[in-house]
């Protein structure tokens, strides 16, 4: 199994829609990241947490939400999704030190 | 604040030739340094780290990066390219300071062409 696990891996949704992007890990991180990116753009950051108590915005967090369920869990939310928001999305984990970020495979989402 | 240039968005190497990917940091702190690879349709695959010990890194693949504090460069190269190399390439830092909790800041990708 995977150490950083996105579901889901693709999703088409309408414009309006509200939709849950999940992340899970196995590494026993506590800090966890959410990135979009686009082409051209590279990888921006979302939203990070430190624990189930600390949340931070990113860079380019309107629009967005989070939920931080437990240590292993980290969910973002799209309440009305707009076709600006298609694009890849990756969630990350880190360790103390800053030296090892995981990623997950990412969720292709497209916004139609 | 923090942020990386990544010098050529496109850069076409012929294979065996050497490559060479620029990436230029800047960081009020003293920063941690990465490379990661992204093949089409797939994640971030890490290449190589700088975290304050070695300045001279070695990866995966055979890519290596010399992180230089004068410059604030952390260029990634490969002596011998290979068509197997072809991928989108991220620059990116983060502060050590605070065991970079922040995250990662990322340039905006170099895509490597290889030519046969």
């Known amino acids: 199994d995977a150490d950083v696990t996105q579901t889901p891996r693709n999703r088409i949704t309408k414009t309006g829609k509200r939709i849950m992007l999940e992340c899970s890990q196995t590494k026993g991180h506590d800090r966890m990241y959410w990135y979009r990116q686009d082409p051209g753009l590279g990888l921006r950051l979302i939203y990070y947490s430190f624990d189930v108590k600390d949340i931070n915005k990113g860079e380019i967090s309107d629009g967005y939400s989070v939920s931080r369920q437990a240590q292993a869990k980290f969910s973002l939310s799209l309440e009305s999704a707009i076709p600006n928001q298609t694009a890849l999305y990756f969630c990350a984990t880190s360790d103390f030190g800053g030296g090892g970020y995981t990623f997950g495979s990412g969720t292709r989402l497209t916004v139609v | 604040a923090q942020s990386v240039t990544q010098l050529g968005s496109h850069v076409s190497v012929s294979e065996g030739a050497l490559v060479l990917l620029r990436c230029n940091y800047s960081?009020?702190?003293?920063?941690?340094l990465f490379w990661y690879v992204q093949y089409p349709n797939q994640g971030l695959q890490l290449l190589l780290k700088?975290?304050?010990?070695?300045?001279l890194v070695k990866g995966i693949n055979g890519f290596e990066a010399e992180f230089k504090k004068s410059e604030t460069s952390f260029h990634l190269t490969k002596p011998s390219a290979h068509m197997s190399d072809a991928a989108e390439y991220f620059c990116a830092v983060t502060s050590n300071s605070g065991g970079g909790a922040d995250g990662l800041t990322f340039g905006k990708g170099t895509h490597l062409i290889i030519q046969p």
């Open positions: 960081s009020s702190v003293p920063p941690y």
């Open positions: 700088y975290t304050s010990a070695a300045t």
